[in-house]
């Protein structure tokens, strides 16, 4: 069974530009959460969507938005990116949501962004 | 293939025994291994980590143990509260020059439960 796939796994973009991320996740996960991961900071929670609807958010900006697809994939947006915003990105996937205690969460590899 | 394996998908203590989570690896570049706290309806938080250079360290109740010829790392919490049911992940990454986390890796989590 193929795991979890970020796209892109890189990125650079400058300073007030915007980014989609894209997260495909394990065949019949309906759950996808996403998390950011900066040095010294472990991850923080974006937010989570399942079947489509936002179930969770965490403590970030507006600038920070996400969406989920009726196939389960799963898109976030930064806009106006910041110096503050190079992170790695990481989405999980999971058979019931995640923020619901249920099911265990599969993490794909991650988008590395860095912002100049 | 799962680089990172947290064996044991739940795990039940006594309240006031010690918690033993453990975590294999099977990638020999690993050389940076952190440990996340998860509660339902929150993103992990990071809890503990160790570098390949230590075999042990210790914050508090917590403490991480590295065994590097075996590629298994546990973490003891000791004495054992009921604050303490959550999801524990175990990660792994192979340490940039820039300490960016390159290729974190994490394990699909063991569910702590302490019971009263």
């Known amino acids: 069974k193929a795991g979890v796939t970020q796209t892109p796994r890189y990125l650079i973009k400058t300073r007030g530009q915007q980014v989609t991320l894209s997260c495909s996740p394990i065949?019949?996960?309906?759950?996808v959460s996403w998390y950011q991961q900066t040095p010294g900071q472990g991850l923080q929670f974006l937010f989570e969507?399942?079947?489509?609807?936002?179930?969770n958010k965490g403590n970030f900006p507006g600038r920070f938005s996400g969406r989920q697809f009726s196939n389960s994939r799963s898109e976030m947006n930064v806009s106006t990116l910041e110096l503050g915003d190079s992170a790695l990105y990481l989405c999980?996937?999971?058979?019931?949501?995640?923020?619901?205690?249920?099911?265990?969460?599969?993490f794909g590899p991650g988008t590395r962004l860095t912002v100049l | 293939d799962q680089q990172v394996k947290q064996n044991s998908p739940s795990l039940s203590v006594q309240e006031g025994r010690i918690s033993i989570l453990n975590c294999d690896y099977t990638?020999?570049?690993?050389?940076?291994f952190l440990w996340y706290k998860k509660y339902p309806a929150e993103g992990p938080t990071f809890l503990i980590s160790?570098?390949?250079?230590?075999d042990k360290n210790e914050d508090g109740r917590f403490t991480v143990f590295l065994n590097k010829s075996a590629k298994h790392l546990s973490l003891h919490i000791v004495p054992s509260q009921p604050g303490d049911s959550a999801v524990y992940f175990c990660?792994?990454?192979?340490?940039?020059?820039?300490?960016?986390?390159?290729?974190?890796?994490f394990g699909t989590g063991t569910r702590l439960t302490i019971i009263p």
């Open positions: 160790i570098s390949s250079i230590k």
């Open positions: 990660a792994a990454s192979v340490v940039g020059a820039n300490f960016g986390n390159e290729k974190l890796t």
């Open positions: 969507y399942f079947s489509e609807t936002q179930r």
């Open positions: 065949s019949g996960h309906r759950s």
């Open positions: 999980a996937s999971s058979l019931a949501p995640a923020s619901g205690g249920g099911g265990e969460q599969f």
């Open positions: 990638n020999s570049m690993f050389d940076y």
